[in-house]
């Protein structure tokens, strides 16, 4: 198969991974007013299932490599951190800004995966961090007014958080933890994390609400599933700004479902995110040329 198919195929499903995911968002905001850990978990019992029926198939059992129990467990802590954040975000924002202030999640691998992984931070790299967060700040709109600011702060530490956890999945990935075993474990931990915070403060789930998280967990399955194969087709600096598309998948659902419009000042947010993003893969892409 020729490179430039091979590179189609991650494209298109580096696309449907962001379709999948934006399906999820829209399904958790369409959840209505169940608290944001409540909709976490039933989300991720369905992540749980698929991990345990691919596990059960490898054959490979359901231990942990040695060593990797530490890095498992903050990847879970961080991972959860952020699911929740990004649920209550969602829950309380138009839905294009919960989405793009979780893509901050890539600036913040890069910042960590310096800090404590001792990967190279290029001064581009550093001016794209910088930039991006004050991209963000536009989305944000912080002010005096805490009710207003804090589910926008909120979805900002979900993306922060969720890049550190991608970082530690980048160092279970150098150290052989196989994929599904990293999956099940923070799916399982997400959802143990959440039951004591439902026992204390449960609300009753109608029989469409849960259906409806059902969907929110066939999308972020869905979404693995893509993104998965995507990087099997081609590599993340030639493909990785189409997972971008999702903000825009957010914003006709969001417009669509529930009338939602962003505001001139998060639109410039958008642009600075994305434009840093783009200038990234740019030179990504023009440096693994110069390699070959």
């Known amino acids: 198969m020729s490179e430039m198919s091979q590179k189609r195929k991650g494209v298109f499903c580096m696309i449907f991974s962001a379709f999948s995911f934006s399906i999820m968002n829209l399904c958790v905001k369409l959840a209505g007013d169940l608290p944001a850990i409540e909709k976490s978990f039933f989300r991720n019992l369905v992540a749980v299932l698929v ?4 596990l059960k198939k490898s054959g490979g059992g359901f231990h942990v490599k040695k060593g990797n129990l530490p890095v498992l467990i903050l990847r879970s802590v961080l991972g959860t951190i952020g699911i929740f954040a990004n649920f209550y975000a969602i829950s309380h924002l138009v839905l294009p800004d919960a989405t793009m202030l979780n893509k901050l999640s890539p600036f913040c691998t890069l910042l960590f995966s310096f800090l404590f992984l001792g990967e190279e931070l290029i001064p581009l790299q550093v001016a794209g961090i910088v930039i991006a967060f004050i991209g963000s700040a536009f989305i944000i709109k912080p002010s005096f007014d805490l009710t207003a600011t804090m589910p926008a702060l909120i979805g900002a530490i979900g993306g922060i958080c969720a890049g550190g956890a991608y970082t530690c999945v980048r160092c279970l990935g150098k150290r052989g933890e196989r994929g ?3 999956v099940f474990f923070f799916s399982v931990f997400s959802c143990l994390a959440a039951v004591p915070f439902m026992i204390a ?9 849960f259906l409806i998280l059902m969907g929110a967990g066939a999308g972020a ?3 693995q599933f893509g993104i998965t194969a995507a990087y099997r087709y081609a590599p993340a600096g030639e493909i990785s700004i189409y997972d971008y598309s999702t903000v825009f998948f957010a914003a006709i659902w969001g417009f669509l479902a529930f ?3 962003p505001d001139g000042l998060s639109i410039v947010g958008y642009i600075m995110i994305f434009a840093m993003s783009l200038l990234m893969f740019l030179y990504n892409g023009r440096r693994a040329q110069a390699q070959d």
């Open 51 to 54: 991990a345990f029926i691919m």
């Open 180 to 182: 599904p075993m990293i």
């Open 201 to 209: 403060d449960f609300h009753p789930i109608t029989l469409s609400q």
């Open 221 to 223: 399955a869905g979404g």
């Open 259 to 261: 009338g939602e419009v």
